[in-house]
């Protein structure tokens, strides 16, 4: 088989996406990294339930099923079940995911199913016309919130750390080539995958993001983490965030020479994955990248290994479907 390009992964259906829509973006990078990761086509399912983010399905050539509110997850799982070689990406948004989908969000990690999901957050329900959505910040003022919000946002990265998902990551819409490159490196990860995609919606959260995006101030209110690398940031590079036995703080230095003792990121030490999950502004900068990989048993191969096991001399198969789980 000829090696497939991003084009080679654009349906003949047209983008019905508001001009200038973070989703553009974000499909741009998907179908770049479909193309990295090798599969052919009919290796890969996309699933979404509903929302904006949710026409994904129609836009990609590959398989894929547009299902209802919040459910994208248990079909999802039940499509990754019955054909674990498939590659099963679920597309959702903030309202769909962590609002009506929550509960099997949180199952779905607790599970360890094989899904790799991407939440495309613009903290608004767009779709619908712009209510309030679990992610709205405090203060917001929204369709339902016309005197601002009074709720308390959900940190979806912070949750999914919580929850226990072995792969974790957060990117930029407009950030093409670091949103492609985490859903390659999701794609490796046996179990779970979540990876948080920030996006503007141009009607309701036009400038939301602007200030991780100017290059007059993304420096200094955003932070990009690396394994194995410190935690710099700030337009001069001279300041780092550091996790000491009292918490993080930021730290400040002369950047031709900075301190030997700052905090190197681990992104398989799931306490620091805690703790730098949980920063947010003002007091500390966004912080952008894979905060957790680790290795975990997925439950679609715990599943198949006991299925397939001998039980008193009986084998049991499970006829053509059947998996041998090397």
């Given at each position: 088989?000829?090696?497939?390009?991003?084009?080679?992964?654009?349906?003949?259906?047209p983008?019905?996406?508001?001009?200038?829509?973070?989703?553009f973006?974000?499909?741009?990078?998907?179908?770049?990294?479909?193309?990295?990761?090798?599969?052919?086509?009919?290796?890969?399912?996309?699933?979404?339930?509903?929302?904006?983010?949710?026409?994904?399905?129609?836009?990609?050539?590959?398989?894929?099923?547009?299902?209802?509110?919040?459910?994208?997850?248990?079909?999802?799982?039940?499509?990754?079940?019955?054909?674990?070689?498939?590659?099963?990406?679920?597309?959702?948004?903030?309202?769909?995911?962590?609002?009506?989908?929550?509960?099997?969000?949180?199952?779905g990690?607790?599970?360890?199913?094989?899904?790799?999901?991407?939440?495309?957050?613009?903290?608004?329900?767009?779709l619908?016309?712009?209510?309030?959505?679990?992610?709205?910040?405090?203060?917001?003022?929204?369709?339902?919130?016309?005197?601002?919000?009074?709720?308390?946002?959900?940190?979806?990265?912070?949750?999914?750390?919580?929850?226990?998902?072995?792969?974790?990551?957060r990117?930029?819409?407009?950030?093409?080539?670091?949103?492609?490159?985490?859903?390659?490196?999701?794609?490796?990860?046996?179990?779970?995958?979540?990876?948080?995609?920030?996006?503007?919606?141009?009607?309701?959260?036009?400038?939301?993001?602007?200030?991780?995006?100017?290059?007059?101030?993304?420096?200094?209110?955003?932070?990009?983490?690396?394994?194995?690398?410190?935690?710099?940031?700030?337009?001069?590079?001279?300041?780092?965030?550091?996790?000491?036995?009292?918490?993080?703080?930021?730290?400040?230095?002369?950047?031709t020479?900075?301190?030997?003792?700052?905090?190197?990121?681990?992104?398989?030490?799931?306490?620091?994955?805690?703790?730098?999950?949980?920063?947010?502004p003002?007091?500390?900068?966004?912080?952008?990248?894979?905060?957790?990989?680790?290795?975990?048993?997925?439950?679609e191969?715990?599943?198949?290994?006991?299925?397939?096991?001998?039980?008193?001399?009986?084998?049991?198969?499970?006829?053509?479907?059947?998996?041998?789980?090397?």
């Open positions: 088989m000829n090696k497939l390009t991003p084009n080679d992964f654009a349906s003949n259906l983008v019905k996406w508001c001009p200038g829509c973070g989703d973006a974000i499909l741009t990078s998907v179908k770049k990294a479909m193309a990295e990761i090798g599969l052919p086509h009919e290796k890969y399912v996309v699933v979404s339930g509903i929302g904006c983010s949710s026409r994904f399905p129609y836009y990609v050539n590959t398989y894929g099923y547009h299902t209802i509110h919040g459910r994208a997850i248990p079909i999802a799982t039940g499509v990754k079940l019955s054909n674990p070689d498939l590659m099963v990406f679920v597309v959702t948004g903030d309202g769909d995911a962590m609002s009506i989908g929550g509960n099997h969000l949180m199952h990690i607790r599970r360890n199913i094989g899904l790799k999901v991407l939440m495309f957050n613009n903290r608004i329900y767009a619908t016309k712009g209510q309030a959505s679990p992610t709205t910040q405090k203060g917001s003022k929204t369709k339902t919130t016309p005197a601002g919000n009074n709720d308390y946002s959900f940190n979806p990265i912070a949750l999914a750390v919580s929850l226990g998902s072995p792969f974790v990551a990117s930029m819409d407009s950030d093409l080539n670091s949103t492609s490159s985490i859903i390659v490196e999701a794609s490796k990860n046996e179990g779970f995958a979540f990876v948080e995609i920030i996006q503007k919606c141009v009607v309701f959260t036009d400038k939301e993001f602007d200030i991780f995006k100017n290059p007059e101030t993304k420096d200094e209110v955003s932070l990009k983490i690396e394994n194995g690398k410190p935690m710099i940031f700030g337009k001069n590079k001279n300041k780092a965030v550091v996790i000491e036995k009292s918490g993080p703080k930021i730290v400040e230095f002369d950047p020479n900075p301190p030997s003792n700052l905090t190197v990121y681990d992104s398989s030490d799931i306490n620091m994955a805690r703790i730098v999950s949980s920063l947010t003002p007091d500390f900068p966004l912080p952008f990248g894979i905060f957790l990989k680790v290795e975990k048993k997925s439950y191969n715990m599943y198949y290994e006991e299925a397939n096991k001998d039980i008193d001399g009986i084998d049991v198969l499970l006829g053509e479907n059947s998996y041998e789980i090397n």
